[in-house]
């Protein structure tokens, strides 16, 4: 599993690199609580930045997951939730003024199917997004819908978020402009990673890497193909 994992990353690059592209660097850390069965607070904050360089970016992001009772015993086993939080990203550009974008979101989550050995996520998400330039008391306005699938394979038997060992996390992202006032444009991502995470201190290390395809360039963020490596920290009090 893991040669093919490597087989499939070199494949990527070679694609990304023959194409028009940009790189991304993103590192991020991701906290989480479990105030009781139903209700789990959690976050991220990062930084991410762009090569060839022109800007550098922060994040930090706080939400909040709701997982009902389910009605009936068969969806034991499809653990739906119910997320809703809000990002604020600040930019800093090295040729035009600076940005700021606030970014409430809602999802709807499904963990289903269940096979002994590998779990596949469902996410719904619809995202708000206000964006501010310095010196000017206009914004810009996108709405738009993600739906994204990822199956995560482990090398034993589990059920749960942290499990000891490695695992290999494979996901498929598309995005849907609902509206925008300017040109942005719907994108798919196609992530394969890499990760381990330890049981007896629920902490894991995962890294990614994305390849994001749209039809037209995002003034700013990504050419017409993007490649993305991002290393991530997840730890659950």
Do not use: C
């Not at 499809?78 to 970014?103: A, K, M, V």
């Not at 709405?143 to 490695?166: C, M, P, Q, S, W």
């Not at 290999?168 to 444009?185: A, C, G, K, Q």
């Amino acid at each position: 599993m893991v040669r093919r994992l490597v087989f499939v990353f070199i494949v990527l690059i070679n694609f990304v690199y023959a194409q028009n592209t940009s790189q991304q660097i993103w590192l991020d850390y991701n906290p989480q609580w479990d105030i009781n069965p139903s209700y789990t607070l959690y976050g991220s904050g990062g930084f991410r930045t762009i090569i060839p360089h022109s800007w550098d970016k922060l994040y930090i992001t706080a939400a909040v997951r709701y997982a009902p009772d389910p009605l009936f015993n068969i969806l034991n086993k499809s653990q739906i939730e119910l997320h809703g939080g809000f990002s604020f990203f600040y930019t800093i550009n090295e040729d035009s003024d600076n940005q700021i974008e606030l970014r409430p979101f809602q999802a709807y989550k499904m963990r289903w199917p269940h096979f002994e050995r590998v779990k596949f996520t469902n996410r719904l998400q619809l995202e708000e997004r206000f964006m501010f330039t310095a010196g000017e008391d206009d914004f810009e306005f996108e709405l738009r819908l993600r739906y994204k699938i990822e199956a995560i394979f482990h090398r034993t038997k589990h059920l749960v978020d942290f499990t000891n060992g490695f695992y290999l996390p494979v996901s498929f992202e598309y995005i849907i402009n609902l509206y925008s006032t300017e040109s942005f444009n719907d994108g798919i991502k196609v992530t394969p990673g890499l990760g381990f995470s330890s049981e007896e201190k629920e902490w894991k290390i995962q890294f990614d890497l994305t390849y994001q395809y749209a039809d037209k360039a995002e003034p700013g963020n990504f050419t017409k193909s993007t490649i993305i490596y991002r290393l991530r920290f997840s730890q659950a009090f």
